[in-house]
């Protein structure tokens, strides 16, 4: 049996090794959380963190017809504003002695070019930041190979960046994101994270 405990609730369920790894458990909780820019920068800086990032502004909605995710020309990708937002959170990143991080991005064109745009680490592909707007079927699939994904970083590590869609960060988190926009998690007790935040780049 594992005891998980997230702003006072603790909730006992039973050991599973799907992934074979530790169970990771995320309770959404909805609204927005109050915490200042030094706090989440602190809790950055300190190990173990992660920051999910919605991609930078694209206009439109969705993808286009004949969408493929090789073939940037097929889907909606980031404007002239959009680039410059990347970089500006790079620069805040930067700004706020976070230089380097892990960097994992989401397969889609907007999401991989925001990632590398904002210049804090290589950039890996990871399928399970992908979108699911258009392939609601591959919601569950994705959510859980994200979360198996988490359970099996290590405790003290740098910070993990993942830049990937609002869907994605929503039924992670329960938390809307603007482009551009991100929620900070923190490593709290057996495996699991708590939601510590949300950023805005100083947007």
């Known amino acids: 049996m594992i005891n998980t405990r997230f702003r006072g609730l603790s909730i006992i369920f039973p050991w599973h090794s799907l992934f074979g790894a530790l169970v990771f458990?995320?309770?959404?909780?909805?609204?927005?959380?109050?915490?200042?820019?030094?706090?989440?920068v602190t809790r950055m800086q300190e190990g173990g963190a992660v920051l999910m990032i919605r991609h930078a502004?694209?206009?439109?909605?969705g993808d286009p017809a004949g969408?493929?995710?090789?073939?940037?020309?097929?889907?909606?990708?980031?404007?002239?504003?959009?680039?410059q937002q990347a970089k500006a959170i790079g620069n805040w990143l930067r700004a706020k002695g976070?230089?380097?991080?892990?960097?994992?991005?989401?397969?889609?064109?907007?999401?991989?070019?925001t990632a590398r745009l904002m210049r804090v680490g290589e950039v890996r592909p990871l399928p399970a930041l992908n979108s699911f707007y258009q392939r609601p079927q591959d919601?569950?699939?994705?959510?859980?190979?994200?979360?198996?994904?988490?359970?099996?970083?290590?405790?003290?590590?740098?910070l993990l960046v993942l830049v990937t869609h609002q869907v994605t960060i929503s039924a992670l988190t329960g938390e809307y994101t603007s482009s551009g926009h991100g929620v900070l998690l923190s490593?709290?007790?057996?495996?699991?994270?708590?939601?510590?935040?949300?950023?805005?780049?100083?947007?």
């Open 25 to 40: 458990l995320l309770i959404p909780m909805p609204g927005q959380l109050l915490a200042s820019d030094e706090t989440l």
């Open 57 to 61: 502004e694209a206009p439109g909605t």
């Open 67 to 83: 969408f493929s995710v090789d073939d940037c020309r097929t889907q909606r990708n980031l404007s002239a504003d959009g680039r």
């Open 98 to 113: 976070i230089e380097r991080a892990r960097v994992y991005s989401s397969q889609w064109c907007r999401c991989l070019e």
């Open 139 to 158: 919601r569950e699939p994705n959510i859980a190979a994200l979360r198996g994904f988490l359970a099996e970083q290590p405790p003290d590590g740098a």
């Open 187 to 203: 490593p709290g007790e057996g495996g699991t994270f708590n939601l510590a935040g949300k950023l805005d780049f100083g947007q």
